[in-house]
């Protein structure tokens, strides 16, 4: 079970940090991406990060403005976004796919684990 929390409303280039909480053992043997999607539209890949956090990789909307960790101990996974603009105005979710490798996933279609996401609404 993932629980994505720590949305909520902030000013136009202001900034939020979004949890995800993994229920159960053994998180570091899955690897976590964060999606977003806005109504009426296909659910869109942010970020994502390899089991053990050496590897992350970003969508191109995103990049140099969000930044993704994890801690395996505490078994959760953030996602600290800066330099908010309105079109980031969406419900955010992370998702999560047990695995052996390295990789990182961008296709939805890939992972196995997620959890109802969390608001964000950016405003000028």
């Known amino acids: 079970q993932l629980q994505a929390y720590g949305g909520g409303s902030v000013q136009t280039g202001g900034s939020l940090r979004l949890s995800c909480a993994a229920s159960g053992r053994s998180f570091s043997n899955y690897m976590m991406g964060w999606f977003r999607q806005g109504p009426g539209k296909e659910r869109e890949f942010v970020a994502g990060?390899?089991?053990?956090?050496?590897?992350?990789y970003y969508g191109d909307s995103v990049k140099g403005r969000f930044t993704i960790s994890r801690d395996n101990a505490k078994n959760t996974g953030y996602l600290q976004m800066d330099s908010l603009k309105s079109e980031d105005t969406v419900v955010y979710y992370c998702?999560?796919?047990?695995?052996?490798?390295?990789?990182?996933?961008?296709?939805?279609?890939?992972?196995?684990?997620w959890g109802q996401g969390t608001q964000v609404t950016v405003s000028s």
């Open positions: 990060i390899s089991r053990g956090g050496d590897s992350t």
């Open positions: 998702e999560a796919r047990s695995t052996t490798s390295q990789v990182i996933y961008t296709a939805r279609r890939h992972y196995n684990h």
